[in-house]
């Protein structure tokens, strides 16, 4: 069972750029397909965006689309996302996950090992 521990958040001001990372360790992250969510306060978790276990293929969520993209370096058990200029409304722990199911689930139920979170807040 893979272990994930997501870093690079923090307080940033509008239209700043963030790179977040996602380490997995005791397994072979190869083997997933993860995924990015976020959860704003008061809100529910949402999905931003997954990547297939090789990283050839790549889905986002409509409202993500042109605003973030997801990598993996396997060979570094390491995947990330990247959000360039950030609102105010991106304000959310963001949360790494991976699953056996393959690529392109959308839903929280469908990943099964989850990271602790990194919290990303973005002053107007």
Known sequence: QVTLVESGGGLVQAGASLSLSCVASRGFFGDYAMAW???????????????AWR???????ESMKGRATISRDNRKNTAYLQMPNLQPEDT??????????????????DYDTWGPGTQVTVSS
């Open 92 to 109: 959310a722990v963001y949360y790494c996950a991976t699953t056996r199911l393959g690529v392109g689930f959308r839903r929280v139920t």
């Open 37 to 51: 969510f976020r959860q704003a306060p008061g809100k529910e978790r949402e999905f931003v965006g997954c990547i």
């Open 55 to 61: 990283g050839e293929t790549t889905y986002y969520a």
